[in-house]
């Protein structure tokens, strides 16, 4: 591992997005900051595109990149050896932005950002991610890889296109690429807390999701709201609201001023640990 600065400070009042994961990935695989791409700018906040490009590039390094909680990491490690990995939480910058940091054996090793001030909060609800090495990619390989990134970006177009030949106003539900998009985020963010997401409703005005416990590490709801929140860039409306069997229930509002969409979200409660184990 060798240490690497970021190159940009997350600074989206002027379109600029952090490189601290690039700076990671960077230090991981001993390689300088230029010869990373900036995955995030590049993908343009769609987090499809963002984790195709990222896994694409370290798999033609050789890895392959697992993200996991932080608690699940602690099984990465034992008495051989140090592993260097990335670590990502909450920034002490109070930016509401996740900021990344190279760790070894779960504690924090180097932090890319000039301040090197780390990360905040509590480190068990933290996540790791880790270069796990494969086999040589091949030159068939990487070219299947590249083919398929660009199937994504024409898929893209054509959904834009779709919408753009619409004419009975504005365009709500699935179609729309924003809800699509922050569908998409939600998605993977709920996996990673363990928790499932479905579509739900009718798909008009507005998009209804649920999210169900799916694994023995799903979090509390709020903690999940809030990973929702931050990976979408919606704003909740309010406190959670109680709904028949124990759901709670929460509106997430698109930030733009007077944009009239917006995602109600549905979270159904985990069962105790002794219920999970007796059904």
């Known amino acids: 591992m060798t240490p690497v600065d970021q190159e940009f400070i997350h600074a989206p009042e002027i379109g600029q997005l952090g490189d601290c994961q690039r700076a990671v990935i960077a230090s991981l695989l001993d390689l300088p900051i230029t ?21 694409a590039f370290v ?13 699940v990491g602690l099984r990465f490690w034992g008495d051989e050896g140090d592993v260097f990995h990335e670590i990502s939480g909450p920034s002490p910058r109070g930016n509401e932005v996740f900021h990344a940091v190279v760790g070894r054996n779960g504690r924090i090793e180097f932090d890319p950002h000039p301040s090197r001030a780390g990360l905040t909060g509590d480190p068990t609800t ?8 494969v086999d040589a990619i091949t030159h068939r390989e990487l070219g299947m890889l590249q083919a398929e990134n660009a199937g994504l970006e024409a898929a893209n177009l054509h959904l834009s296109r779709m919408v753009d030949e619409l004419q009975s106003g504005p365009v709500f539900g699935i179609i729309d690429p924003d809800y699509a998009a922050a569908f998409t985020k939600a998605r993977i963010a709920a ?28 979090c509390d709801a709020e903690t999940l709201v809030a990973a929702l929140e931050y990976r979408t860039g919606l704003k909740r409306q309010g406190p959670p609201s109680d709904k028949p069997h124990g759901r709670k229930a929460v509106s997430l509002l698109f930030p733009a001023f007077e944009d009239p969409r917006w995602i109600d979200l549905s979270v159904l409660p985990r069962m105790p ?4 184990a007796t059904a």
């Open 273 to 276: 640990a002794q219920e999970v």
């Open 59 to 71: 798999r033609a390094h050789g890895f392959v990149y697992l993200n996991v909680p932080a608690t």
């Open 126 to 133: 933290w996540e790791h991610s880790y270069l796990v090495r």
């Open 191 to 218: 996996w990673q807390h363990g928790y499932a997401i479905t579509l739900h409703g009718s798909f008009t005005r507005d998009l209804d999701l649920v999210a169900v416990p799916w694994t023995d590490r799903a």
């Open 35 to 55: 010869a990373v791409p900036h995955f995030l700018q590049e993908a343009n906040g769609d987090a499809v595109i963002y984790w195709e490009k990222l896994q």
